[in-house]
T-cell receptor, first 110, second 113 residues
Framework: ELKVEQNPLFLSMQEGKNYTIYCNYS?????LYWYRQDPGKSLESLFV?????AVKQEGRLMASLDTKARLSTLHITAAVHDLSATYFC??????????FGGGTRVLVKP | EPEVTQTPSHQVTQMGQEVILRCVPI?????FYWYRQILGQKVEFLVS????????KSEIFDDQFSVERPDGSNFTLKIRSTKLEDSAMYFC???????????FGQGTRLTVV
């Protein structure tokens, strides 16, 4: 059974600095998703990573996938307050069932 | 842009009562899901539904839960006799096919008192 772990669970960021969130998964995952969730809101899809070495970037966020290490990272460049949210990674072992990590709560302080 | 819609956004119910959470998936999508998120915790899979039957369910999805697609547009989650621990945000999602991206609704916050 696929297990997904994220770390850290909480990340206090200073504006302008760079940070990385790590997502490890236990078995083969067909693809890896990153979602953003604002408090009390739904899950906003950020990236889907399909293959080893995949890298995707949108604004200050960049996600990568290493299937051999079973690791995905979400890198935040020059953090800004608007990026404060909880970030989840999720893998798919079979079919379409998503298995989520525990989430990383990000707080960007001025 | 097509979206998944859920109603109600918030439901308060007394323990032991039945609740029905409603979802309208994206119209051409074929696979439907329910997930739940207890406050401050991770999102957990409940059930997937395809071709008018359950294709997979988790251990959480016990006999108190059921799903239905009563017509061509709605997808419902029924909890027969709610418990305090059923309090959570429930998300509906849909996908066009296997291996395609899941789109989530805005969620229904269920509070059992």
């Amino acid at each position: 059974e696929l297990k997904v772990e994220q770390n850290p669970l909480f990340l206090s960021m200073q504006e302008g600095k760079n940070y990385t969130i790590y997502c490890n998964y236990s078995t083969t995952s067909d693809r890896l998703y990153w979602y953003r969730q604002d408090p009390g809101k739904s899950l906003e899809s950020l990236f889907v990573l399909l293959s080893n070495g995949a890298v995707k970037q949108e604004g200050r966020l960049m996600a990568s996938l290493d299937t051999k290490a079973r690791l995905s990272t979400l890198h935040i460049t020059a953090a800004v307050h608007d990026l404060s949210a909880t970030y989840f990674c999720a893998g798919v072992a079979a079919g379409n069932k998503l298995t989520f990590g525990g989430g990383t709560r990000v707080l960007v302080k001025p | 842009e097509p979206e998944v819609t859920q109603t109600p956004s918030h439901q308060v119910t007394q323990m032991g009562q039945e609740v029905i959470l409603r979802c309208v998936p994206i119209s051409n999508h074929l696979y439907f899901y329910w997930y739940r998120q207890i406050l401050g915790q991770k999102v957990e899979f409940l059930v997937s539904f395809y071709n008018n039957e359950i294709s997979e369910k988790s251990e959480i999805f016990d006999d108190q839960f059921s799903v239905e697609r009563p017509d061509g547009s709605n997808f419902t989650l029924k909890i027969r006799s709610t418990k305090l621990e059923d309090s959570a945000m429930y998300f509906c999602a849909s996908t066009l096919g296997l291996g395609t991206e899941a789109f989530f609704g805005q969620g229904t916050r269920l509070t059992v008192v």
